[in-house]
């Protein structure tokens, strides 16, 4: 009654030119439904701001994880690019390195048949000496070209190994690069189709967002959003069992009344999220 009474005192005090308002008329009784009224409007108020930042945040957290599938998404396809440019270049060096190799075998044909001719030449001129030392020169000469075409004999068959096992090589890089290219079709599509899909949810997700935040005070709007910054999609934790399902941190039991109560809006103490009791959550948020 203490209240009613300050109530009326004021009430007759900023209208001083109406009728004196009887106590038992209404003046008391009036005003103190008044006041309970707009008290329990506060309460159901906060209650329904709270509730709807609880949907913020699962919005959020629905934005955040469109984002964080997609986003892993354009990494991999980098990757996978980077991956066939590296086969592409294996296979370029490869063939590049055969070419090479053909021509060297073809310059060794070449000395090869060179060497025969001369030695064709140097086998005729043995039987037209006229002295030991010129025979032992010849002979000399013949052994070091069949000593060159040995050489270019072992190269020839090391050049034919080495081209088989770059060809080998190709081969492979080739099949490995084909199976890159199929998984990078398939990741391509699975992003296009991840776009088409999210576009249409994310634009839904985000017009909801703006209506119901519309709708929240700035100052509670600005308080949300500064803690989503650091806890993008969970700005929001629940009490449960007097415990911040944020940080798990335990809060005072007079406080968790409080909260309860919702007549206005709680931090968690040590993280910093927005605090709301476990029976403002919808059931199937509960878990
Ligand atoms: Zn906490």
Redesign the pocket.
Known sequence: MENSNKEEYQLNESDENSEPVSDEEQGGTRILDYTDSEEEKNKKIYNSELLQLFQVSKIDKELLEIEEERGDLPAKIELLQEEIKNFEQIIVKNKQEILKLDSEKENLSKENKNAAKKIDRYDEEKFKVRSNKEYDEITRAIDHLYDQIDRNDTRNNEIEILKSNLTKEIEDTERNKAEIQEDLKEKKQLLDELNKETEMRELELKNKRVNIMARLDAGIVNLYERINKTYTGEAI?ILRNEN?S????SIPPQKAIEIKMANQIFV?Q????I?IDESIVPENHKV
């Open positions: 934790a911040c944020g940080c798990f941190n968690c040590t993280c910093g999220r605090l």
